[in-house]
């Protein structure tokens, strides 16, 4: 391994071997984000006309708007026979070691920079309480991965929509390798299906250019620890529940598996007490986490409920991948990250310490997830898996070989490196933050089931409500990106509750702004609340209405547990249950069964012409909620200090903005037949 790509190591990034189509058209190659368009099948439909004869990266993803359909094993069988066909069947050019720097062209903005790489999965963590260098954004919901997990076991091929997030506000990381990488000619180039656009993308190759890379980003993490490093990590562990769940995330980060094994059961050991693991909703110590954002972030982002976080965020990793948040296993990786830890002594320290402690074990944080978490998630339990399988296997040869138990296990944990397998590396677009191509666009909702006057019912338990009859869509969209008015933390509301609803707010909402949310700066306008559109067909009428709350913070934080409440009370079952029944759900899928009588779902869907299109044609009671803007000032500080935010809390750009399945890495090698 050369020197640039050890320091690459160091920042989380390895050189992957990057598979290209051979002679293939693009708009028939490349295919948007299985999470988008979710209600529109007939956009999938057509992805199939113009992918006709074509190898398509559509036959090797399953699209959420088909997963409930209840052929989703046949699917998967349907998507790996596919990539087994592209491997043996010459669909792909010879494999080139590097990176892609791509720019990317929208019907909404120009030259979007990206850099396609392979991230190190032992720097990612979907815990509550870890602080690795990859951190998500929004809360993971453990009933949405199995579908993405069922596709990646044993699959011969990687294709990725994940896109991942640095915080360069000089914007001069992505611009020097543009320079570096256009001296040559372009990989691929050509135009994206369904009128989304253009991409052009050219390989990065030499080894200058990856040293090039490797400083900038050893450059920025040294900057992350000063903007919101360790300590505004340990700071948020200690306001929300003390040390321990501090010195759990960074035992988990930066231990050896076998030399720090007891040190880190020890720290994992403190979730059993409490601190360490899950600061659920109503929790007090949830709302000193939204305090802390207050208090000390200051930004347009405000102060976020933990509380509303916990809510509407999911769930913890369950028993499988919670072996995977306690020691990583490997001498190598452990070196990277072991400037923080110091194996045994700093995990022991970890566990006993205050805040500062914490602070020096936590990473830089370097990358945010943008787009794509729950399929970083899948990945991430994916190599847990092989990892544990790893280690069983080990253990079982030392046995076989005569050793003793105390021998066998010290052979399959400390003195074993973490295997180097592909599935330790997932494949992601960084793009920078401050890029003024990338805007962040709010998430909406729609309920289904749900009328007009009941969901306005349901939505006076926010603080501060009122509304307003508005006359057009064009008005409400206007009236929703403008700053709110300063509604009176007293107001009443303005309309009255629908029959049926009576007007009471469901259990724990009622009247009071989630923990940590009132009066903290919300996306839009700092310390002035938040505002929402109304939009459903209601007795053969469209209406509309604008609603206003006190509650500041990220929209989602009051808005969210409302909705979760509602669907659990209409009797609509656990969150992230199929209308399948598998439980399992991915990103924008509908929540909770609507067939039976009286139950309410609900989508997130992504952009307001959509949005409108199905709130006011739907047959049948549904309710489209149009959430404020969403600012980019302040993200990384905010999830530093406050962790994941609610899901689905923004989204990068319009739907056909998103990422498109381009470049592919093989994963597992097959032996099936064809």
Same mark, same amino acid.
């Given at each position: 391994?050369?020197?640039?790509?050890?320091?690459?190591?160091?920042?989380?990034?390895?050189?992957?071997?990057?598979?290209?189509?051979?002679? +293939?058209?693009?708009?028939?190659?490349?295919?948007?984000?299985?999470?988008?368009?979710?209600? %529109?099948?007939?956009?999938? @439909?057509?992805?199939?006309?113009?992918?006709?004869?074509?190898?398509?990266?559509?036959?090797?993803?399953?699209?959420?708007?088909?997963?409930?359909?209840?052929?989703?094993?046949?699917?998967?069988?349907?998507?790996?026979?596919?990539?087994?066909?592209?491997?043996?069947?010459?669909?792909? @050019?010879?494999? !080139?070691?590097?990176?892609?720097?791509?720019?990317?062209?929208?019907?909404?903005?120009?030259? !979007? &920079?990206?850099?396609?790489?392979?991230?190190?999965?032992?720097?990612?963590?979907? @815990?509550?309480?870890?602080?690795?260098?990859?951190?998500?954004?929004?809360?993971?919901?453990?009933? &949405?991965?199995?579908?993405?997990?069922?596709?990646? &076991?044993?699959?011969?091929?990687?294709? *990725?929509?994940?896109?991942?997030?640095?915080?360069?506000?000089?914007?001069?990381?992505?611009?020097?390798?543009?320079?570096?990488?256009?001296?040559?000619?372009?990989?691929?180039?050509?135009?994206?299906?369904?009128?989304?656009?253009?991409?052009?993308?050219?390989?990065?190759?030499?080894?200058?250019?990856?040293?090039?890379?490797?400083?900038?980003?050893? %450059?920025?993490?040294?900057?992350?620890?000063? !903007?919101?490093?360790?300590?505004? =990590?340990?700071?948020?562990?200690?306001?929300?529940?003390?040390?321990?769940?501090?010195?759990?995330? =960074?035992?988990? +980060?930066?231990?050896?598996?076998?030399?720090?094994?007891?040190?880190?059961? =020890?720290?994992?050991?403190?979730?059993?007490? =409490?601190?360490?693991?899950?600061?659920?909703?109503?929790?007090?110590?949830?709302? @000193?986490?939204?305090?802390?954002?207050?208090?000390?972030?200051?930004?347009?982002?405000?102060?976020?409920? /933990?509380?509303? *976080?916990?809510?509407?965020?999911?769930?913890?990793?369950?028993?499988?991948?919670?072996?995977?948040?306690?020691?990583? /296993?490997?001498?190598?990786?452990?070196?990277?990250?072991?400037?923080?830890?110091?194996?045994?002594?700093?995990?022991?320290?970890?566990?006993?310490?205050?805040?500062?402690?914490?602070?020096?074990?936590?990473?830089?944080?370097?990358?945010?997830?943008?787009?794509?978490?729950?399929?970083?998630?899948?990945?991430?339990?994916?190599?847990?898996?092989?990892?544990?399988?790893?280690?069983?296997?080990?253990?079982?040869? *030392?046995?076989?070989?005569?050793?003793?138990?105390?021998?066998?296990?010290?052979?399959?944990?400390?003195?074993?490196?973490?295997?180097?397998?592909?599935?330790?590396?997932?494949?992601?677009?960084?793009?920078?933050?401050?890029?003024?191509?990338?805007?962040?666009?709010?998430?909406? !909702?729609?309920?289904?089931?749900?009328?007009?006057?009941?969901?306005?019912?349901?939505?006076?338990?926010?603080?501060?409500?009122?509304?307003?009859?508005?006359?057009?869509?064009?008005?409400?969209?206007?009236?929703?990106?403008?700053?709110?008015?300063?509604?009176?933390?007293?107001?009443?509301?303005?309309?009255?509750?629908?029959?049926?609803?009576?007007?009471?707010?469901?259990?724990?909402?009622?009247?009071?702004?989630?923990?940590?949310?009132?009066?903290?700066?919300?996306?839009?306008?700092?310390?002035?609340?938040?505002?929402?559109?109304?939009? /459903?067909?209601?007795?053969?009428?469209?209406?509309?209405?604008?609603?206003?709350?006190?509650?500041?913070?990220?929209?989602?934080?009051?808005?969210?547990?409302?909705? %979760?409440?509602?669907?659990?009370?209409?009797?609509?079952?656990?969150?992230?249950?199929?209308?399948?029944?598998?439980?399992?759900?991915?990103?924008?899928?509908?929540?909770?069964?609507?067939?039976?009588?009286?139950?309410?779902?609900?989508?997130?869907?992504?952009?307001?012409?959509?949005?409108?299109?199905?709130?006011?044609?739907?047959?049948?009671?549904?309710?489209?909620?149009?959430?404020?803007?969403?600012?980019?000032?302040?993200?990384?500080?905010?999830?530093?200090?406050?962790?994941?935010?609610?899901?689905?809390?923004?989204?990068?750009?319009?739907?056909?903005?998103?990422?498109?399945?381009?470049?592919?890495?093989?994963?597992?090698?097959?032996?099936?037949?064809?």
């Amino acid at each position: 391994m050369s020197d640039a790509e050890k320091k690459l190591r160091e920042a989380g990034i390895a050189v992957p071997e990057i598979l290209l189509p051979k002679g +293939q058209s693009l708009r028939q190659w490349a295919a948007v984000a299985c999470d988008q368009f979710t209600q %529109d099948r007939a956009y999938w @439909a057509k992805a199939l006309e113009i992918a006709e004869g074509s190898a398509s990266t559509l036959r090797v993803i399953l699209p959420e708007a088909h997963l409930d359909d209840g052929d989703r094993a046949e699917r998967i069988a349907d998507i790996h026979r596919e990539m087994r066909g592209y491997l043996r069947g010459g669909a792909f @050019a010879a494999p !080139r070691r590097g990176f892609v720097y791509l720019e990317r062209d929208t019907p909404f903005s120009r030259r !979007r &920079r990206g850099l396609v790489v392979a991230v190190d999965l032992e720097r990612y963590s979907w @815990a509550k309480e870890a602080l690795p260098m990859i951190r998500p954004t929004e809360g993971t919901v453990a009933e &949405r991965l199995p579908p993405r997990m069922e596709i990646r &076991r044993s699959a011969p091929l990687e294709t *990725s929509h994940i896109i991942m997030l640095i915080d360069d506000d000089a914007d001069a990381i992505l611009p020097a390798l543009a320079e570096r990488a256009k001296k040559a000619a372009p990989a691929y180039s050509g135009e994206l299906m369904h009128d989304s656009g253009s991409v052009t993308g050219w390989l990065l190759d030499d080894e200058s250019d990856w040293a090039h890379l490797a400083d900038a980003l050893a %450059d920025l993490s040294r900057r992350a620890l000063t !903007r919101y490093g360790g300590a505004v =990590g340990a700071a948020r562990d200690a306001e929300s529940g003390g040390a321990a769940r501090g010195a759990a995330g =960074g035992a988990a +980060q930066g231990v050896e598996s076998g030399a720090a094994d007891g040190a880190v059961r =020890g720290a994992e050991s403190s979730a059993a007490g =409490g601190a360490a693991r899950d600061v659920e909703s109503g929790d007090a110590s949830g709302a @000193a986490q939204g305090a802390a954002s207050s208090s000390a972030s200051g930004t347009a982002w405000g102060a976020e409920s /933990s509380a509303a *976080s916990g809510a509407a965020g999911g769930v913890e990793p369950g028993a499988a991948s919670g072996a995977a948040q306690g020691a990583k /296993s490997g001498t190598a990786s452990g070196a990277a990250r072991g400037a923080e830890s110091c194996a045994t002594s700093g995990a022991a320290q970890g566990a006993e310490s205050s805040a500062t402690s914490g602070a020096a074990q936590a990473e830089p944080f370097l990358f945010a997830v943008g787009d794509g978490n729950h399929s970083l998630a899948s990945a991430w339990e994916i190599w847990n898996e092989y990892k544990a399988a790893h280690a069983k296997a080990r253990a079982g040869a *030392s046995a076989s070989s005569g050793a003793d138990g105390a021998g066998a296990a010290a052979e399959a944990g400390a003195g074993s490196e973490l295997p180097e397998h592909p599935c330790r590396y997932a494949l992601v677009e960084i793009e920078n933050i401050y890029d003024p191509a990338i805007k962040f666009e709010p998430i909406h !909702r729609i309920v289904f089931g749900l009328g007009f006057d009941k969901a306005l019912a349901l939505l006076s338990a926010l603080p501060g409500f009122s509304t307003r009859a508005v006359a057009t869509r064009e008005e409400l969209a206007s009236l929703v990106a403008q700053a709110p008015s300063a509604a009176p933390p007293d107001a009443a509301p303005s309309a009255a509750p629908a029959a049926g609803v009576s007007g009471a707010a469901p259990a724990g909402a009622s009247g009071a702004a989630p923990a940590g949310a009132s009066g903290a700066a919300p996306a839009s306008a700092p310390g002035k609340g938040n505002r929402f559109g109304i939009a /459903s067909r209601d007795g053969g009428a469209d209406r509309f209405a604008l609603v206003e709350t006190s509650a500041g913070g990220i929209s989602t934080a009051c808005l969210q547990p409302l909705l %979760d409440q509602a669907i659990e009370a209409s009797g609509g079952g656990a969150l992230g249950c199929g209308a399948s029944g598998s439980g399992a759900l991915g990103d924008g899928a509908a929540e909770s069964g609507a067939s039976r009588s009286g139950t309410l779902s609900i989508d997130y869907i992504h952009g307001e012409d959509e949005l409108f299109r199905l709130a006011l044609a739907a047959e049948k009671p549904a309710t489209g909620i149009l959430l404020p803007p969403v600012q980019k000032a302040g993200f990384f500080e905010t999830v530093a200090r406050t962790g994941p935010l609610p899901r689905k809390s923004f989204s990068m750009g319009e739907a056909c903005e998103k990422r498109f399945y381009i470049e592919c890495r093989k994963l597992f090698e097959s032996t099936t037949p064809p």
